[in-house]
């Protein structure tokens, strides 16, 4: 199956420092989803971006499915943008190992 | 539309025992797949069914099985439960086919083998 890898494993931040997120995969995809677990386990969908860019709030995503990364930004981090950031692509059920956030106050 | 849902949320066993957990998808979703998920192991696939049939299957050993329903429910039972087993069971739910493929996730259950 498709290889997702992400990068760093693990991040820690001061509240109200910006961030990126790095997704790296195997072979062309026509889908891919960033997601966030937070402490409780429930893994809330961000983003469905196959290609080019989007923007919620504070947070925003990038693919580049020619060049097989996507990149989520977190800008001005919160408290509650602490957790597990999974970046995935459903159509191959693949899933990256996550980046670790801690935001710090 | 209201979300996903799994249950039970928790559940603890014995080591040899079954266990069957259910997962409701979103209405219209004809996709259900399932995940475990461990500290060491992290997200892993286990099957994903499609209009009652399976359509794509994990690494499991064949003490995980699962099926879906014509209402597009989904039930997975792991048979002769083992410590290992201990995990946190996701479900998700998409729609393949109709140009979103968004995977829309439950709150999972909880598995604890003692």
């Known amino acids: 199956g498709i290889q997702v890898e992400q990068s760093p494993p693990d991040l820690i931040l001061q509240e109200g420092a910006n961030s990126t997120l790095r997704c790296n995969f195997s072979?062309?995809?026509?889908?891919l989803q960033w997601f966030h677990q937070n402490p409780w386990g429930q893994l809330i969908n961000l983003f469905y971006?196959?290609?080019g860019t989007k923007q919620n709030g504070r947070l925003s995503a990038t693919t580049v499915a020619t060049e097989r990364y996507s990149l989520l930004y977190i800008s001005s981090s919160q408290t509650t943008d602490s957790g597990v950031y999974f970046c995935?692509?459903?159509?191959?059920?693949?899933f990256g190992a996550g980046t670790t956030v801690t935001v710090r106050a | 539309k209201a979300g996903v849902t799994q249950t039970p949320r928790y559940l603890i066993k014995t080591r040899g025992q079954q266990v069957t957990l259910s997962c409701s998808p979103i209405?219209?979703?004809?996709?259900v797949s399932w995940y475990q998920q461990t500290p060491g192991q992290g997200l892993q696939f286990l099957f994903e069914?499609?209009?009652?049939?399976?359509?794509n299957k994990g690494n499991f050993p064949g003490r995980f099985s699962g099926r879906q329903f014509s209402n597009s429910r989904s039930e997975m039972n792991v048979s002769t439960l083992e410590l290992g087993d201990s995990a946190l069971y996701l479900c998700?739910?998409?729609?393949?086919?109709?140009?979103?493929?968004?995977?829309?996730f439950g709150p999972g259950t909880r598995l604890l083998v003692l």
């Open positions: 998700a739910s998409r729609n393949p086919g109709q140009g979103d493929e968004t995977q829309y």
């Open positions: 072979d062309s995809v026509n889908n």
């Open positions: 971006i196959p290609s």
């Open positions: 995935a692509v459903p159509y191959k059920l693949s």
């Open positions: 209405s219209g979703h004809r996709s």
């Open positions: 069914y499609f209009s009652e049939t399976q359509r």
